[in-house]
């Protein structure tokens, strides 16, 4: 009889309505549906900004975009001026900030690629530079006005109770399942993740399949920025930044191997659940902020060895 084995992205689903429930242990009144719900609204920002991070740890390489939280702080702010408080300027604003965002993960992608820069060394570059057209674009003043349909199309509930943004991360997971499992790019992106000499011979185009990668990041990444200038209805000059290794957490938390060839999206949304719910419950017992980030990053080393050693056990 074959033994029952669960998979990462399951064992995280798991873990976070374990965590959810041991809130009510923990904290009285943490258990009830407005607190459900707002757990999963708060999870949705991380979880779309972790939809890029999630392509580019599959593909392989050594793959890690740090520039996500710049190109998050950038799109939000390249809304705020854009828009101005006026709602016919939304999806203008949008489109400007995505395909600002999709430009600089292509740039990425071509240093990746056609440089031969190691992903770590050229994201990170990247960041400086996003970072650093930002204050040419502000010149140290946020000005501008979110507009008022943002809010409420993103926090306010929106269909049956459920927040708007809760909504569209539930459109990105069924859009991120059919882009991995429904396209050729997505077999051509786990192929290229698991060895590239081997899919070059084969016929894939891996430098297109890396550039592609690269800027759908920069593209989720940009979303990410817009929900999150809907949740705030501000910004600041670090608005992203805070979001960064936390992208990084759930998806390797979801059961995405670091090496590349193996993951996926819904993996990412369960860690992202469990990150929350980590930061929610710290947060209700009142615990010090060094022992938050001494007890979040403890839980995490944890979550990743038991990952590895059932990696290792399969093999």
């Known amino acids: 009889m074959s033994k029952l084995r669960l998979s990462p992205p399951l064992i995280a689903l798991l873990l976070a309505v374990a965590l959810f429930f041991l809130g009510g242990l923990l904290a009285p009144g943490f258990v009830n549906l407005a607190q459900a719900i707002n757990i999963i609204r708060l999870s949705a920002f991380l979880g779309i900004i972790s939809a890029g991070q999630t392509l580019v740890i599959i593909s392989g390489g050594e793959g890690i975009d740090l520039s996500i939280g710049a190109i998050v702080t950038l799109s939000a702010i390249l809304v705020f001026r854009i828009v101005d408080g006026q709602n016919s300027m939304v999806l203008p604003a949008l489109a400007v900030a995505l395909l600002a965002g999709t430009a600089f993960g292509a740039l990425n992608g071509l240093g990746v690629t056609a440089l031969g820069v190691p992903p770590l060394v050229m994201t990170l570059g990247m960041a400086g530079v996003v970072q650093g057209s930002i204050l040419v ?179």
């Open 137 to 315: 674009l502000t010149q140290g003043q946020l000005v501008g006005k979110t507009a008022p349909i943002m809010p409420k199309l993103i926090s306010h509930p929106l269909i049956l109770g459920v927040p708007g943004v809760v909504v569209i991360w539930g459109l990105v997971g069924l859009g991120m399942w059919l882009l991995l499992e429904r396209t050729v790019y997505g077999k051509r992106l786990f192929a290229v993740g698991v060895n590239r000499t081997t899919s070059r011979l084969s016929g894939v185009r891996v430098p297109r399949t890396v550039l592609l990668t690269y800027a759908l990041s920069g593209l989720l990444s940009a979303l990410g920025g817009f929900m999150l200038l809907g949740f705030t209805q501000s910004v600041f000059l670090n608005l992203g930044e805070r979001y960064l290794f936390p992208s990084v957490a759930a998806v390797v938390v979801g059961g995405t191997v670091l090496a590349g060839g193996k993951g996926s999206y819904w993996g990412t949304m369960s860690g992202a659940l469990v990150l929350t719910l980590i930061g929610s419950l710290l947060t209700a017992v009142q615990l010090p902020e060094a022992a938050r980030q001494i007890i979040l990053g403890a839980t995490l080393l944890v979550l990743l060895s038991a990952y590895g050693r059932q990696r290792s056990l399969r093999q």
